[in-house]
């Protein structure tokens, strides 16, 4: 089997769009509505995810078959804890400031359903590289609906993007105000309520 095969572009792309884990599966939405009010730790979170999900997925593919049975959730937890712990680590020592806006929420990726899902689901019966492809691809997934939520909130919110200025301050001197709305957590629910309905109305068909 060659590593871009009908299989393996399958492993990567259908997380993307067909079994999207926040779209269509409706996984880690917790998350992704925690952490999306600013863009910044919207995109910070969404690598995180991608890079804790991919290796977890190699590592478990790697010893699937010296696991056993009746232990194999709790070794996956140790798997992803470890690798949360380096991210969260690094992300102290890199990003401080992204990794205090994130709060606890790097700690729960620990617990995040898409990730775990995916280790017992495909890690658990595949070979390492499709594994790895599948956690790419439902890790750019998931990051792929925080980064389009978090520039949404960001932009009509505060009027900036990544920290940056936008909305010019002629358009406020004009009457212009920003919707605090947008700031709080109950739009993060409606945005996301609004994507999944898009993406299931023009780009998903039941299978």
């Known amino acids: 089997m060659g590593l871009f095969s009908k299989q393996n572009k399958e492993a990567f792309g259908n997380p993307l769009n067909l079994d999207h884990p926040i779209l269509v599966q409706v996984l880690g939405i917790c998350s992704a509505l925690a952490v999306t009010s600013q863009l910044k730790p919207a995109i910070v979170m969404g690598l995180a995810v991608t890079v804790i999900t991919a290796f977890a997925n190699v590592i478990i593919s790697l ?4 696991i056993p049975n009746r232990i194999r959730i709790i070794v996956q937890l140790v ?3 470890a690798l949360v712990t380096i991210v969260s680590q690094v992300l102290k020592a890199f990003s401080y400031d992204v990794s205090v806006q994130l709060s606890v929420y790097v700690g729960l ?3 995040n359903c898409i990730l775990m899902g995916r280790l017992e689901a495909f890690a658990m019966i595949n070979k390492p590289w499709p594994s790895f492809l599948d956690g790419i691809g439902n890790g750019l997934g998931y990051a792929m609906i925080l980064v389009i939520v978090g520039a949404f909130r960001e932009f009509f919110g505060r009027g900036s993007l990544l920290g940056f200025q936008i909305i010019p301050q002629g358009a406020y001197d004009a009457g212009y105000i920003n ?5 709080m957590p109950a739009m993060a629910l409606i945005l996301l309520g609004c994507v999944i309905w898009v993406h299931r109305a023009y780009f998903y068909k039941e299978k």
Do not use: S
């Open 179 to 183: 919707n605090g709305m947008m700031t």
């Open 79 to 81: 798997v992803v804890a």
């Open 109 to 111: 990726i620990i617990t």
């Open 63 to 66: 010893i699937r078959n010296t």
